[in-house]
């Protein structure tokens, strides 16, 4: 995520902010910009920008409920290109669940943010009634447990994963070592640009050397999963126990990390850090002093050049406040190869 600061005062401020805490403008972001920018009223529930010309915005529909601050120009749709994603929004009457979906949206946000900062397609519904992007944001039943997961361009989170509790016990249960809200949707996602990146193109070959071979049958392979575990030293070869269980879900877990890196990085490159090694650590040498932008770089390794000190550095932070590790992997050679992979294929798409 980049750095923001508001253009009328100078305030840093939030991603999420929909009012600077200096100047108390108001805030919206406007998706074309990638710009989180100050505004001045121009009617009952119109806008214009700080010093931006006479453009008339309004905020997406969904402002009213705390869970969106970008904008729409005044006349087109009521939803911004986030939330026109949604198909199903929780049950607003419970109060839980419109905190719930608070953090959903905050996550799903980050997540399309990333999405344009790649330049990779967001095809929606609209334009693909059978394969189009859109999101079902969804509660268990008293007869019906939901689970997260993605089918032919929908992707369905439960929104139990926006309670921390919640979420926390299943991690335990689940023994992993990481479980987010903004993890979900980026490993959802990965499988959506599975079909528009992978399937039926020319990289499906490539895909399965490094992979594996996708046509094994799904189900099955997720039930002995379950049933079995993961099979013996899987952290050789895959980034998580979970990856192992089907090619599919390697792609999707390796594109999840690819993400983490991605936009960590970013976030360090805004606020200017690098991270050095002291000289009594000169065997450790990865100390970078260069800030690299990491949508910039055609090699891979220039980013894992840059992600290895800073990763290291997070985790010892971390520890340092008596919490775990921040990133709580280790990238073995075989992962490498498949996270250079996506770099490889999600830099041409930027080209």
């Avoid at 990333?114 to 008293?142: H, N, Q, Y």
């Avoid at 939901?146 to 439960?158: A, E, Q």
């Avoid at 280790?330 to 830099?347: A, D, N, R």
Wanted: proline share 5%; charged share 25%; aromatic share 12%.
């Amino acid at each position: 995520m980049k750095l923001f600061k508001c253009t009328h005062c100078g305030e840093p401020i939030y991603f999420e902010n929909s009012r600077c805490t200096q100047c108390e403008y108001p805030l919206g972001f406007v998706a074309g910009q990638l710009e989180l920018l100050p505004l001045e009223a121009a009617g009952t529930d119109t806008f214009r920008i700080y010093n931006q010309g006479e453009t008339l915005y309004r905020y997406c529909a969904n402002h009213q409920y705390g869970v969106c601050n970008w904008l729409v120009e005044d006349g087109q749709s009521r939803y911004c290109e986030a939330c026109t994603l949604n198909r199903t929004i929780p049950n607003l009457s419970k109060p839980e669940y419109l905190q719930r979906w608070k953090v959903i949206e905050t996550a799903k946000h980050r997540l399309i943010y990333s999405l344009r900062r790649m330049k990779l397609p967001v095809i929606g519904r609209s334009a693909d009634p059978e394969r189009g992007l859109s999101f079902d944001f969804l509660a268990d039943g008293t007869q019906k447990r939901i689970r997260t997961g993605h089918m032919r361009g929908l992707i369905t989170i439960n929104i139990v994963e926006a309670d921390d509790i919640e979420r926390e016990m299943t991690r335990q249960k689940m023994d992993e070592p990481y479980r987010t809200v903004l993890g979900h949707f980026r490993h959802e996602i990965g499988h959506y640009y599975w079909d528009r990146l992978i399937r039926n193109t020319d990289r499906i070959d490539q895909f399965r050397e490094l992979f594996g071979d996708e046509r094994e049958i799904y189900k099955d392979a997720l039930r002995d999963h379950y049933q079995q575990g993961p099979p013996a030293g899987w952290n050789l070869n895959y980034i998580s126990a979970y990856a192992s269980a089907h090619p599919w879900e390697d792609w999707a877990e390796t594109w999840a990390h690819y993400l983490h890196i991605l936009d960590t990085l970013e976030t360090a490159y805004a606020f200017g850090l690098s991270v050095q090694f002291q000289p009594v650590m000169d065997s450790m040498s990865m100390a970078q002093e260069e800030k690299i932008d990491p949508y910039d770089p055609e090699d891979f390794k220039t980013l894992m050049d840059l992600w290895g000190p800073l990763s290291f550095a997070m985790n010892n932070l971390n520890r340092s406040m008596g919490h775990q590790d921040l990133y709580p992997f280790i990238i073995p050679p075989g992962v490498l190869e498949k996270l250079s992979f996506i770099h490889q294929i999600c830099y041409q798409a930027r080209q």
